[in-house]
């Protein structure tokens, strides 16, 4: 039996990271994956994947539509699917070996295969058991399933089909409107296909800013996708190789289908912790099925801590990350912590979108007065210059303090520009502070700076 300070089980971005902060802190430790490849939903089915069929679609778009104004003409590209799913694939594995390397470098032991906790201590996989001092449940989440929508990867698909689809379809319904919907949604309309989105709520990626998500759907209908709101989809019939998604808008009740040549079912996912034995061994669960733990991490068995998907909070990649540094740190004696208070949200559509901190409908919600300062990037130089001035960076700021309550950003490269914001917020920083730091031009971070000042005496290019 080989003994650990901690076996964690699972390798996404919590896990992996987990072990990788475990051992750099001196303890023995193991990793268990029950998948071919470590890197978890994310490097394998998730946000690698998905962001280079984005990149590769945007670049496409960029051919289409904005070469020629630049005076680059000539022949325009074809698409030769079965290449950009080679092109993913490799990205998927230059990643996924990545994580080997650093298992290696880092000594620690990759346990292949299923594990369960038989009891707290010890960890089962395959006909081994293991005996750990510390166990990290990061077993992630999968897709939620919908009543009356079978799936089967090949016309009705999850997230996981709908990156490696036989070919591009003509026509694709994209059930819910929510980050990964959205995100494959346009990575189909930039490849030719039309794209309808059928939507629950009245608003598109719910919890969001409410004048971002209003600017997010009117670009994206630019950009070909339609969207059919307040409709709650009833069922998916597959005939041969088409099929047809029937909805009722919850308006008037009244019934309508939607033919498909593919229909990606993104409405959502569920906490993944299938066979790990948490029942028998009595680990605390929320009605949602995540793992329950306390402030560090810690479940209600002695011993087992769980982090990322599998556990409440925004199901994200860095959040998984940041939740596996700090379980490290606890478990090696140090006071491991994340501010929730502070973890961006961003969708790699183009324009991209970027959140953190509060909304105005929360601030609103909460009765305390803030500030809104907002700057378009039609004034900004290096946007307009490359046809990126579609957008705005909105900062929310206490009204007497200056301190910054959240930021929300649709625009270009929005996904990094929000970490100036993040950084700010976690020193506690005021509008005035961003506002009176020097931000080289022309960049799209001075549209950051531009917000920051229509904060205070107001932006100078609006
Ligand atoms: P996971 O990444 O789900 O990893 C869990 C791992 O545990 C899996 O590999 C699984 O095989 C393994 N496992 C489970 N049970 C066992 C067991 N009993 N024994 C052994 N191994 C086990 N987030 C972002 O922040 N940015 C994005 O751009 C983004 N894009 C996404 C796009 C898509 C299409 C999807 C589906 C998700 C995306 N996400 C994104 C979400 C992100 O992937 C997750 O939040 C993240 O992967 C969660 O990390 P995790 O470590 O908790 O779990």
């Given amino acids: ?190 490849l030719g296909a039309e794209v309808t989105v059928v939507e629950y709520l009245d608003a598109i990626t719910p919890g969001m800013d409410a004048e971002v998500q209003k600017t997010f759907q009117r670009t994206l209908k630019k950009q070909g996708l339609s969207f059919v709101m307040g409709a709650a989809v009833q069922g998916v019939e597959v005939k041969g190789k088409k099929a047809s998604v029937r909805y009722k808008s919850r308006k008037d009740d009244s019934e309508a289908t939607l033919d498909a040549d593919a229909v990606l079912v993104a409405t959502g996912r569920r906490p993944f912790t299938d066979g790990l034995g948490l029942e028998d061994l009595g680990v605390a669960l929320t009605a949602r099925g995540q793992v329950k733990t306390d402030a560090h991490w810690a479940t209600s068995v002695r011993d087992i801590y769980a982090i990322g998907d599998a556990i409440e909070g925004p199901m994200l990649a860095h959040k998984a990350e940041d939740e596996g540094m700090a379980v490290a740190e606890v478990l090696a004696g140090k006071a491991g912590h994340v501010n929730y208070g502070v973890i961006p949200g961003v969708i790699y559509t183009h324009p991209e979108v970027a959140t953190v901190g509060l909304t105005e409908e929360q601030l609103k919600a909460e009765g305390r007065a803030y500030k809104a300062g907002k700057f378009s990037f039609m004034g900004n130089g290096r946007a307009k210059a490359n046809f990126a001035a579609d957008g705005f960076v909105k900062i929310l700021a206490d009204k007497t303090t200056d301190r910054i309550l959240g930021a929300h950003i649709i625009g270009p490269m929005a996904g990094d520009l929000i970490h100036e914001i993040c950084v700010a917020m976690e020193f506690g920083a005021a509008a005035q502070d961003l506002a009176m730091t020097c931000h080289a031009h022309p960049t799209y971070s001075e549209a950051v700076r531009e917000a920051a000042l229509a904060c205070g005496d107001g932006a100078i290019h609006s």
């Fill in 1 to 190: 039996m080989a003994s650990y300070d901690v076996i964690v089980i699972g390798s996404g971005p919590g896990g992996y990271v987990c072990a990788i902060r475990c051992a750099q802190l001196g303890l023995k430790t193991a990793c268990v994956e029950g998948r071919e490849t470590l890197g978890g939903t994310c490097l394998n089915v998730g946000c690698i994947p998905s962001k280079a069929l984005l990149h590769a679609t945007h670049m496409l778009h960029e051919a289409e539509h904005n070469f020629s104004k630049m005076g680059l003409k000539g022949k325009s590209p074809s698409v030769d699917w079965k290449q950009m799913l080679a092109y993913k694939q490799e990205t998927i594995e230059t990643n996924t070996k990545g994580i080997e390397f650093l298992f290696k470098k880092n000594k620690i032991d990759w346990l292949k295969g299923w594990g369960s906790i038989p009891q707290a201590g010890r960890v089962k996989v395959g006909d081994e058991v293991h005996e750990a001092k510390n166990i990290v449940i990061a077993t992630g989440s999968e897709s939620s399933a919908l009543p009356g929508v079978e799936v089967d990867e090949k016309i009705v698909v999850t997230s996981t089909g709908a990156l490696e689809l036989a070919s591009v379809p003509k026509k694709m319904v994209v059930i819910g409107a929510g980050v990964i919907g959205l995100e494959l949604g346009s990575v189909y309309a930039r």
